[in-house]
């Protein structure tokens, strides 16, 4: 049977995830306070000094800028406080550079200009002034920049258009998309890819964004002017068009990563076997049966914790669970099994192993020894102790791992995993003509085979070298018909009244096509064919080949006759040799019996049930007639009658069918369900009371009569009487004198005067008086009775 495998797993959100979680976003969050780091980025025609309130200032404190101008001053005293301020541009073809130290300002005109004052890079005093004219032509050639300068330090750095600064962020986003798809039920392999695809989109639009817009690329956040200063070079080669141009490649270039990287369904395919349980090899589990203090170690609890587990001190109430044989690490001696051979076959070229290492099986009645095609061949192995034994056509050479090399092989010998001393198989092979007709056989050499086995003891040792089994198949043509080995519906089988047809399987020894006929003519003749297996591989478990067919024209009460032919070799059928075909002589006759239908005839009980006791044992009861073989049937019985409740009878099979049940008083409905063999079926049902009478007998009447004391009793009963003064009423109503007529309510015994009559009785169901009272207590005066 095989099954495929899809992995689909829904997440859970674990405690450790939720505190990861937790613990990066706070982490992220205190870094971000402390890298409230100021920099000032290049400003571009975009963001000119025309336009203070654009001006893209990190870190500087608010103030109320000039409405023309650049009248940054209070803008940039944050910055002045800390280091110092440069700016860098061109005006009229010359370079501009001032360094501005700390407590300088930079003071607006009233056009629009700017003035500064500052050191040259060589510390000599300059100042500059540019107009609004200047400040215009420099933004129009994109040649404006603000560069701030920091205080030195690596959070400066990592905040700066920088690769450091790229590696963090990347880092950053990608952790968090980690942990936020694993909390969705992603599986850890795709949580990964998930990862690495961010943190490279991330990476390839920092890095693009830096380069495309001509900024530059700063790996520690220095320039050439000034330390720890971040490097802004001016004018982008693509324009406004770039962040566009960055994203498509970044996402790009993320799910080329992610489509690499994710793990798609996987599919296998698995064969497997449905066994009986298997201990497991050896016996280290043998001493856990000895550990449970609640109850003592039984033979079943030892056996099962492993196959070498022995039960010790059996019956004395101190049994031990051990491991027998510790040191056994001989692997198990291999020799033929003679008594499951073949008739007409026999081993030759016998070697037991150690150290031999196999047999050959030969047909007695062959030339060449060759067996028969498609005919059975039952061979078989013994071994000096019990053993699991497999068997495989192929060679496994891997004896350095002999474990493995085992449990590589396909077959168990015989299809049983049971440990035992003799193991059985039976094979079915084709011939060499028709395989080379129909092929799909790899296993055949010239009509040789090899079969190769390996078995394992209770202590795990598996022989190294391999026991072969050889035989070969005959070679020459088919010259026997195909032979039919059974049907799907047995011979003689019936079927239900009024059903006119039904679907039949054929099973044949070899490739073959089938007909049928109602009556008994030659193949040629038969006027119905069957859908038949062709090829060798075809052969289903039993090794037969399966023809299908549907009979039909049925009779009710009587036997339907069918006969079924075959001719071999169908593949030849189209050549030049399909007069090489050979078809049975004689028809395989086939019956289906028809039927009537079942009845029902009896059902019980039907009447009020009396008991002693708080449950009382009921028998239903059903009989059947008619149908198949007068009656016999399976019945089955329900209280609800619906068809998932019914219940097989305990005595059933037959045309009568009894089952127990202990019932509480009350009334009960019981529904039956009988069906033949032939699937024929009836319904009835029952009806009864249960009631439970727990009282003694009592005495309503005594007296004389005919000089005889007489007593009746409300219900029937049986009575018996004692006479001991000093005993009275304690005794057993057994051990007394019973008086005539048991199970009644009239009672008799013989008159004596003056005597005193200690009497009990005892109804069917085992109601008496208590041990020490008297169902009545009698003493005879004359003819007067007290």
Not at 85 to 104: M, N
Not at 267 to 292: I, M, S
Not at 488 to 516: H, L, Q
């Amino acid at each position: 049977m095989t099954f495929k495998m899809m992995k689909n797993k829904r997440g859970k959100i674990a405690a450790f995830e939720i505190f990861n979680l937790v613990l990066a976003v706070i982490s992220f969050s205190f870094l971000i306070g402390l890298m409230n780091v100021d920099v000032v980025s290049g400003v571009d025609s975009a963001m000119g000094l025309n336009n203070p309130s654009s001006l893209p200032v990190k870190g500087g404190t608010s103030a109320s800028m000039a409405a023309t101008g650049i009248n940054a001053a209070t803008a940039l005293k944050a910055w002045n406080t800390k280091s110092a301020l440069e700016i860098t541009g061109k005006a009229a073809g010359e370079d501009v550079l001032v360094h501005v130290p700390s407590g300088t300002a930079v003071q607006g005109l009233a056009g629009g200009g700017a003035q500064v004052v500052g050191t040259t890079a060589s510390g000599a005093s300059q100042t500059v002034t540019l107009d609004q004219a200047q400040l215009a032509a420099m933004e129009s050639k994109n040649q404006i920049g603000l560069v701030g300068k920091t205080t030195p330090g690596i959070l400066d750095a990592i905040m700066a258009d920088s690769l450091l600064g790229s590696l963090v962020w990347a880092a950053g986003i990608a952790g968090a998309v980690y942990l936020l798809s694993g909390m969705f039920g992603v599986s850890s392999n795709n949580q990964k890819a998930l990862a690495v695809a961010t943190f490279a989109g991330v990476m390839t639009y920092k890095v693009l964004g830096q380069y495309l817009t001509g900024s530059g690329l700063n790996i520690f956040g220095h320039s050439g002017i000034g330390a720890n200063a971040a490097w802004v070079a001016k004018g982008g080669a693509f324009g406004t068009a770039t962040p566009f141009l960055s994203l498509g490649i970044s996402i790009g270039v993320g799910l080329l990563i992610l489509n690499a990287l994710w793990s798609k369904e996987s599919k296998k395919l698995v064969t497997f076997q449905c066994v009986p349980y298997e201990p497991p090899v050896g016996g280290q589990y043998c001493e856990l049966c000895n550990k449970d203090p609640m109850r003592s170690c039984s033979e079943y609890r030892c056996k099962s914790l492993g196959q070498a587990c022995e039960l010790l001190n059996a019956g004395t109430g101190k049994e031990m669970c051990a491991w027998v044989n510790r040191q056994d690490v001989t692997s198990a001696i291999i020799m033929p099994w003679e008594d499951v051979l073949t008739k007409n076959h026999k081993y030759t070229e016998v070697k037991t192993r150690p150290p031999g290492t196999g047999m050959k099986i030969v047909n007695s009645q062959a030339s060449d020894g060759c067996i028969k095609a498609f005919t059975p061949l039952t061979f078989g192995i013994a071994t000096n102790e019990p053993t699991q034994c497999k068997i495989d056509y192929n060679h496994t050479t891997n004896v350095r791992d002999v474990k493995n090399a085992y449990e590589s092989m396909h077959y168990y010998f015989g299809e049983s995993n049971l440990y035992a001393y003799n193991h059985t198989q039976t094979l079915r092979l084709p011939g060499q003509t028709t395989v080379n007709e129909t092929g799909g056989v790899e296993l055949i050499h010239d009509g040789t085979f090899t079969l190769y086995t390996r078995c394992q003891d209770a202590n795990g040792n598996i022989n190294e070298d391999e026991y072969a089994i050889r035989f070969c198949v005959e070679k020459g043509p088919d010259t026997t018909p195909p032979k039919i080995e059974g049907t799907s519906i047995p011979n003689g089988y019936p079927v239900s009244f009024g059903v006119n047809e039904t679907a039949i399987e054929v099973y044949v020894n070899e490739p073959a096509d089938c007909k049928w006929s109602r009556q008994d003519k030659d193949y040629d003749s038969m006027e119905n064919t069957m859908s038949c297996d062709r090829n060798v591989f075809d052969m289903n478990s039993n090794m037969l080949y399966k023809c299908i067919t549907t009979l039909n024209g049925f009779e009710n009460r009587k036997d339907n006759e069918f006969y079924f032919r075959c001719k071999d070799q169908p593949n030849l059928e189209l050549t030049d040799r399909k007069n090489d075909r050979i078809a049975n002589q004689e028809s395989y006759k086939f019956i289906i019996k028809g039927t009537q239908p079942l009845n029902i005839i009896k059902t019980g009980p039907n009447a009020t049930i009396q008991g002693y006791a708080l449950v009382v044992p009921v028998s239903l009861e059903v009989e059947t007639s008619n149908g198949y073989n007068k009656g016999d049937a399976i019945c089955y019985y329900s209280q609800t009658n619906s068809d998932e409740s019914f219940i097989k009878m305990f005595d059933t099979g037959t045309n009568k069918h009894t089952q127990r049940q202990d019932l509480a008083p009350g009334d009960y409905t019981y529904y039956f369900k009988c069906v033949d063999l032939g699937g024929n079926a009836d319904y009835n049902s029952t009806r009864f009371r249960i009631e439970v009478d727990r009282q003694a007998p009592i005495v309503v009447r005594v007296y004389n009569e005919g000089n005889n004391l007489k007593i009746i009793t409300d219900e029937k009963s049986t009575c018996s009487y004692s006479q001991v003064i000093n005993q009275k009423c304690n005794f057993d109503i057994n051990n007394g004198k019973f008086m005539l007529y048991s199970n009644a309510t009239e009672h008799y015994s013989e008159w004596n005067p003056n005597t005193n009559y200690y009497i009990k009785c005892r109804d069917v169901n085992g109601n008496q008086p208590n041990p020490i009272d008297c169902s009545i207590i009698v003493r005879s005066y004359n003819s007067l009775v007290k």
